[in-house]
């Protein structure tokens, strides 16, 4: 793990997120230079019900769908309200204010700078990928989850 | 003098609307026909149209013992016919919604018979025998006491009333029991209140406009609606209340 510690920042819009607004927002995003990580958070939205009378059927929500980022496919399993980012530098920062201005246009968001997402492994990392985890994986992903991040290969 | 509730302390629009909803002379206003077949598949109780099933004989045939209380209060409709006892549950957005769970059991404790209402942080359920409680429930979706948008009939994962709306205005809700149509602007329920899926979409009409949320909310809001703080008489009351457990927790002897 190396020493240096990462800007990061928050978008938090006043609305939850449509995954066509979710898509265009990435986009512009992901184009930046010097965003390490995205980590899109918000309410789960589970592929079948998962407790209650009609547990098991299936849940068709059209906030669960799947995106395209820069040509690689995204499944949206939350309907997204805060958008988390770590940085190289703040000089990406403009940008993505910039990129929020092109977005957000019929309600305010906000901009955060702070700590949002893990820097250092926790038992449960230590416990999933082992001593030499890799620093990237750090925060993108629930160690407990099945499911790996979306490594934006930028084909598109 | 006569005794003459109050219902409320407060001096703003929310407290007002309290104390209106909580009053059984207030009339509320109706603003949309959902229709008792709408209820039904809403609530999927039973197949609209279907008998009621009942969970003892009716009272008449069932020989109730000699009891000064049953001379004294009459039994509603269900109870004589001797219905099961169901429910209905909402979820009210904090975002300016026209009710929210205390209010609800207040008012239909005052309002309605033979009702169990039960108070949540974030949704209200109200038990009661069936084809009473189908006639409740119209009026509680017909009348001011709904928004489509704000309010959701949701019997189980309801999750939602404290959240950001979503972009079109609607509460988050993890199985999408309504729908905004986005081209006739009508809310749809096409799940019942646990999420199954419904053979037809029930309309439950338009969503209401800002002006008329901010109106007949009941609910406090520092960012869309009106502060708690802005209520002198609301703080005032509390304020004393508070005061007054706090010194009662320590027995004081006058």
């Given amino acids: ?156 | 003098m006569a005794y003459k509730p109050q219902y409320g302390p407060g001096s703003t629009t929310p407290a007002e609307n309290r104390r209106k909803y909580m009053d059984p002379k207030a009339k509320l206003a109706k603003v949309r026909d959902a229709t008792d077949e709408d209820v039904v598949l809403i609530m999927g109780h039973r197949a609209p149209g279907s008998a009621y099933p009942s969970a003892h004989p009716p009272l008449a045939e069932a020989g109730e013992p000699d009891c000064p209380i049953r001379k004294i209060v009459a039994p509603t409709e269900g109870a004589k016919a001797g219905d099961r006892v169901r429910y209905i549950q909402f979820a009210d957005s904090m975002y300016n919604g026209p009710s929210q769970p205390y209010l609800r059991s207040y008012l239909e404790a005052y309002r309605f018979r033979g009702v169990d209402p039960g108070t949540l942080s974030g949704r209200q359920i109200i038990e009661c025998r069936e084809r009473d409680l189908e006639a409740y429930a119209k009026d509680l979706i017909n009348t001011e006491l709904f928004d489509p948008a704000l309010t959701g009939i949701r019997g189980a994962t309801v999750h939602g009333h404290s959240l950001r709306l979503a972009e079109d205005g609607m509460m988050f809700d993890m199985l999408q029991r309504c729908i905004l149509d986005q081209k006739d602007g009508v809310v749809k329920y096409v799940k019942n209140q646990i999420g199954e899926p419904l053979d037809r979409e029930v309309k439950v009409g338009k969503p209401m406009d800002d002006k008329w949320l901010k109106a007949h909310t009941t609910i406090y809001h520092s960012l869309v609606g009106t502060p708690y703080r802005d209520d002198a008489e609301a703080i005032e009351y509390i304020q004393r209340i508070h005061s007054l457990r706090t010194k009662y927790g320590f027995m004081p002897k006058e």
């Fill in chain 1, 1 to 156: 793990m190396t020493d240096a510690t990462y800007p990061q920042v928050r978008v938090a819009p006043a609305r939850l997120l449509n995954p066509e607004t979710v898509e265009q927002l990435l986009n512009l995003l992901a184009a930046i230079e010097g965003i390490r990580k995205i980590v899109l958070k918000g309410q789960s939205i589970p592929a079948e019900v998962p407790y209650g009378p009609a547990r098991g059927k299936p849940n068709p929500h059209p906030m669960h769908r799947t995106i395209t980022v820069l040509g690689d496919e995204v499944e949206l399993q939350t309907h997204v309200g805060i958008i988390d980012m770590e940085l190289v530098t703040d000089e990406a920062l403009p940008a993505i204010r910039e990129a929020c201005d092109t977005v957000f246009t019929r309600f305010p968001y906000s901009v955060q700078e702070g700590r949002f997402m893990k820097t250092q492994a926790t038992v449960s990392d230590y416990a999933k990928y082992g001593p030499n985890a890799d620093e990237i994986l750090l925060g993108l992903v629930d160690p407990k989850s099945r499911r790996g991040p979306v490594i934006l290969q930028g084909s598109g």
